[in-house]
Structure formats: C-alpha cells, structure tokens
C-alpha cells in the first residue's frame, strides 16, 4: 500500500468517525420540543444535522490527538466550532446576504423554513457553542474553558469570521486588491479554522509559545482552502458541491482567481499546502492527518 | 424628603451611573477600525450606545450591590448583557421579524445601514457578550467567569430568549391561551431578566441554594415587565416609547392585555410587584435599588 493510500484511508476514517460523532451528538442536544419552539429546533436540525464535511470538527481532534486530549473534549470542542460554522451559513445564505437556496445539497434554512426561522435558528446555534464549549464535559479545568471560550467568541466576531463576512459584502461596492483580499479571507475563513488548531493545543495544555508551527499550519492551509474554494466557484460541479456556482463572478468581485489567474491560483494553493506541512516537521506520524487534511483541502472536489 | 421621593432619586442616580458606564464601555470596546469593517462597527455603535434605561444593566448592579461585588465586574456583565438584549433588538427588528423602522427613537440598525449589515451586527454584539463576560477583569477567578458563560449562553439561547422569540413568531398563527403567553414572555424577556439577578449572586459566590428569593424577584419583576409592555402597547404613547405602538393587537397576537383586559392585567402587574417585593424581605436598606426597579418596571410610561 502506498504511503498516499494509507494517508487518504486515514482521512476518510477520521472523516466518518468525525461524522458520525457530531451528528450524534447534534441529535441528542437537539431533540424536538413539544411545544411552539418545535419549529425553531427541525430547523437547527436541518442545518446542522447530515452536512459537510465537517473539516473544523478533523482539525480540531487532528490537533489535539497530537497531544493526547481525550476524545470526548475534541469532540465536543469541534462541536462548538461546527455551531459556529453552521449558524454562519444560516446567516450568509439569507436573501439579505448571498441569498442561496441550497446548501450542502439541501434547500438552505430560510428555503426550508422561512426567513425569521433561519435568523433564530442561527442566533440558536450561536449560542450552543458557548453553551457546549463551557459544560465541564469538555474539559474539567476551568481555566481551558476560559481560554476556549475567549479563542471562540474572538474569531467568530467582528475581529474575525463576522469582519470578514462584512468585509465581502463591502468586495461588492469596491475592487479590492490581493492584500485586501487575502485579509478578508484570513478573517473570513481563516480565523475560524485557526481556531480548530489553536484548540487543540489549549486541550493540550501547550502554552501560547509553543504553539508557533500550528499557527503557520492553520494560517498557510485557511488561505489554501479559500483559493481551492475560489477555483471551484469557478470550475467545479454545481451538483457536487451543493450549492449554487459562480457567484463571484456574476456579483463582481475579486477573488484569488481573478486576481491572480486560474493557473497561478492553483500554484499559489500548492505551495501554501507544501508550506503548511513543512510547519509540521517536527511531529512524527501523529501528525499524518493534520498532513492529510492539507492536501485534501486542496485536492476536494466540493 | 418622603420614601418614595428618596426610592426615585435612588433610581435615577443609578440609572444615570450604569447609563454612563455602559456607553464608555461600549464606545472603548468598538473603536471603528480604518478597513473594509468600518461600516459593521458603526452599525454595532449605532444599535448599542446611548439607548435604552440600561434596565439589565442596573439590574446587575442592583444584585451585584446586595454582595459587595466591585464595580467593575457589575459593569461588564451589564454590559454582556445588554449586548445581548440589543443584538435580539437588531435581529427582532428585521423586516423578516418584527419589521420596524424606529427603536429608541432613532432609526432601527437595518434602516440606517442594510439588513446585511444589521444581520453581521447582531451577530458580532452576540460574540462580543461572551468575549466581555470571560475576561479576566470581569472576574479574576475563572470558575465564577464560567458559570456567568453557561447561564448567559442558556438564558439567551433556544431555552431562553431566542426560543421566547420563536414562540412570539408562532403566535401570530395560533391563539395561545395564558399560560401559553406566560410561558412564552417567561422565555422571551424573564430569562434574560433572570439571568441578570443570578449574575449578581454568581459574582457574589452566592451558592444556588441561596439564590432562591432573588429568583422569585427576578421572574416577578419579568412578569409585570411584559403585563407593562403590553399595556403601553395599547395605551402608550410611541412618541415617549421611541417605537411603533399597538403592533401586537395588529397582528392578531393574544397578550396579557388582550386575554385579561386592561384593569385585570394592571391589577396583575402591581400584585407581582409587590410579590417581587416581598422576596426581598430578608434584605435591608440595601435592597432598595432592587425594589425601585420593581416600582419602576410597572410605573414607567416608555
């Protein structure tokens, strides 16, 4: 068996594992109220339940298998962070924002549902992943969750994934230039999976000076991610993704594609993900499917 | 001086103090940057400084005070409070919600921005009740900064206010009867209200089961709070309310007033205020902000 083999058969264990951990755990946080909230929880279930691939949730139990942290609170950290992702997908795919009608195959929540629906369902799954990050099952000592909570709130805000998203509709009004760009995107989706990485390590217990490499590694395969998402918006199966293409382009903003060109893009993506685990030379194979999620970010298909 | 002259000269000097206090805060805490995310800051300036009567606030202080909290600690759970109370302002104000156009006389965040930038709004203030609540200066001892995380995140999560919200959304299509609207406004305004009154035992280390007479205060104030708005709905004038009137009469919803009529909903109002009142009794001289809240909270006409 070659060595990509073994490293592709190590994601997609760790893809189903993942899967089937945060699904189940969404169900049993989310069961159905007998009440007029019913509707409010179908549609956090419809968002949150059976999508994705939960890439937030791998890096996070990625991370912190580096360090020997109990499944339990990778799972639960990666759950805080998937609520925090699903919400923003809520909220971005409102008419008022992208207006989309599908997401992760599936009509998008204010489809399903309807408008306020979506916008309470996503304040819902905000909250959650406080209330999930700060329940003594993710990690017994106090001062983890502190720090937990602080990363989260800071990199889902206005200094983070929410600055970002604003910084893309402003994309609209102005032509920004690459540094522009590449800012909005550290922001937008960078801040986020730096999160994953950097919770890792807080479960770990590493303290902030040792956690250097991990950030280059969150920082070089965000902006990876970010470019391979730009080439799909541009060349990928609708179908596939399950979601609407193009859109970019149609609403006339730069993206790493039309600044940089499709071929210097793809270049650009390779070399961020070369770069990224180069951080990593100092793991040995615990560090395999950090080393595989970096080339799938860049090889995905959707 | 009368008692009752001293009670609202008590009241005013605090509201004062924490409306003070708040807006300093919030205006250091939201410079706006020099980038594409100046409009998201301005908009979160515009929905949170300078409005309201800061009633969560003071009520944090008015427990925080009982206990000999420090200033400071009172201050910044306020103020992760009442960003929490005005990102569910922007977010109910939506057109796909509420649609109104006025709040605190001024023009609702959608209004004088966009829905777009009203959404990211809300969604940042929400971050930034947790990231105020879990710094250190809200608290040096991490233990007491988690248990203030979990209440908040539970009071305004799908078991509090946003599924109080939800419930508020399903009653314009289905006639509740009373303990449905008491369950409903138990939701919507009394545990966020709640949340106040056990943030101040929490930053007390009041231990749970000390907390019970301030919990009886908290969901009678919370009750007659609601009885109140639903009177100024049909009685009040917009102009002081600083928003449009008679909106729930409109839209078909049963209120309190709709299902006991005027006299018997203000007779309700005052019974729970003096109940709320009578919670207080074990308490001194030192509970008399708390008491002219509960005053407050029925005789106020905005």
């Known amino acids: 068996m070659s060595a990509s083999v073994a490293k592709s058969d190590l994601l997609n264990a760790a893809v189903r594992e993942v899967g089937i951990a945060i ?32 890439m ?24 805080a962070v ?60 106090p001062f983890v969750r502190c720090e937990l909570v602080r990363a989260l709130a800071v990199s889902s805000g206005p200094a983070g994934m929410a600055g970002g998203q604003m910084m893309d509709l402003e994309a609209e009004k102005s032509g920004f230039d690459l540094p522009t760009v590449t ?47 730009d080439l799909l918006d541009v060349e990928g199966d609708a179908h596939l993704a399950g979601k609407a293409l193009g859109k970019d382009a149609a609403a006339g903003k730069e993206t790493f594609v039309s600044l940089l060109g499709v071929e210097r893009a793809r270049e650009q993506a390779r070399m961020l993900v070369d770069q990224a685990k180069a951080h990593l030379h100092g793991f040995g194979a615990e560090a395999d499917l950090l080393r595989a999620i970096a080339d799938y970010v860049v090889e995905r298909d959707r």
């Open 82 to 141: 998937e609520c925090i992702h699903v919400y923003s997908l809520v909220h971005d795919d409102l008419p008022a924002m992208d207006n989309d009608d599908l997401r992760r195959g599936k009509p998008t929540v204010h489809k399903a549902f309807d408008e306020a629906t979506a916008i309470l369902a996503g304040d819902c799954l905000h909250d959650l992943a406080f209330e999930v990050l700060i329940d003594p099952r993710t990690h017994a000592d």
């Open 23 to 54: 699904d189940k755990a969404f169900d049993s946080l989310l069961p159905v109220p007998d009440d007029a909230r019913a509707r409010l929880y179908e549609a956090m279930r419809h968002a949150a339940i059976g999508g994705g691939k939960r």
């Open 183 to 229: 800012r909005l995107q550290q922001l937008k989706t960078g801040a986020l999976i730096g999160f994953c990485v950097e919770a890792g390590a807080i479960l770990g217990r590493i303290p902030p000076e040792g956690r250097t490499s991990l950030h280059g590694y969150a920082r070089d395969i965000g902006l990876a991610f970010q470019i391979a998402d």
């Open 56 to 79: 937030r949730p791998m890096l996070v139990k990625a991370t912190a298998d580096l360090f020997n942290v109990a499944a339990e609170s990778a799972v639960r950290v990666g759950l």
